[in-house]
Nanobody
Framework: VQLQAFGGGLVQAGGFLRVSCVAS????????MGWFRQAPGKEREFVAA????????FYTDSVKGRFTISRDNAKNTVHLQMNSLKPEDTAVYSC???????????????????WGRGTQVTVSS
């Protein structure tokens, strides 16, 4: 299974971007897909994830109300709509997926077996 993220870029504070991730390869019986981010000099951070069967979203507190994660089952794609972006949202955003994750571990990086190459999101002040 390969995860390919796209859609990052440069935007001014208050603006919006959408990053997306498409899964390819063998049949991917995902339980969850999501996003982590890492800013320079900082630890990797959970951003959002979606429980695939129900569409239940999970967010870190700092993005609640600004970011929306969604899925397109037919296209094997997960989207992250990011509104009201702040300079502190600047990071490399990596797409993740898992076939075996349990819901209580959805915010834990080690629970995801599949990681895509990150896409840079830069928010200027």
């Amino acid at each position: 299974v390969q995860l390919q993220a796209f859609g990052g870029g440069l935007v001014q504070a208050g603006g919006f971007l959408r990053v997306s991730c498409v899964a390819s390869g063998r049949t991917f019986r995902r339980r969850a897909m999501g996003w982590f981010r890492q800013a320079p000099g900082k630890e990797r951070e959970f951003v959002a994830a979606i429980w695939w069967s129900t569409g239940t979203p999970f967010y870190t507190d700092s993005v609640k109300g600004r970011f929306t994660i969604s899925r397109d089952n037919a296209k094997n794609t997960v989207h992250l709509q990011m509104n009201s972006l702040k300079p502190e949202d600047t990071a490399v955003y990596s797409c993740v997926g898992s076939e075996t994750i349990i819901m209580s571990s959805i915010r834990i990086p080690g629970a995801y077996a599949y990681w895509g190459r990150g896409t840079q999101v830069t928010v200027s002040s």
